[in-house]
């Protein structure tokens, strides 16, 4: 199995704790899947693009989900899984 190369243009980000009080104060505590305000302690940060997928950790591609949103969305995309909850 061929592991793609560890991408080195990502300079040094700002760890998840920074990114998520920022985003807490962006989104005003709410949850990017359900619209719904949460107290900060159960919002979790959350690849809008999987890392898996070839999303990076850059603040662009973060957002925060509720623990409910985020265990649903997993691995997917946010069209995905917003297409898959559609019904």
């Not at 061929?2 to 709410?30: A, C, F, M, N, W």
């Not at 990017?32 to 979790?44: E, K, L, N, Q, Y």
């Not at 509720?66 to 969305?73: A, E, H, P």
Request: proline share 6%.
């Amino acid at each position: 199995m061929d592991v793609p190369p560890k991408r080195t243009d990502l300079g040094h980000l700002p760890s998840y704790r920074t990114h998520r009080h920022r985003l807490y104060g962006e989104q005003e505590g709410i949850c990017a899947g359900c619209d719904t305000h949460f107290p900060f302690r159960v919002m979790d940060v959350d690849h809008i693009l999987p890392r898996s997928k070839g999303g990076t950790d850059h603040l662009d591609n973060l957002q925060l989900l509720c623990s409910g949103c985020n265990r649903s969305k997993g691995g997917k995309t946010m069209a995905e899984w917003r297409a898959a909850n559609r019904g």
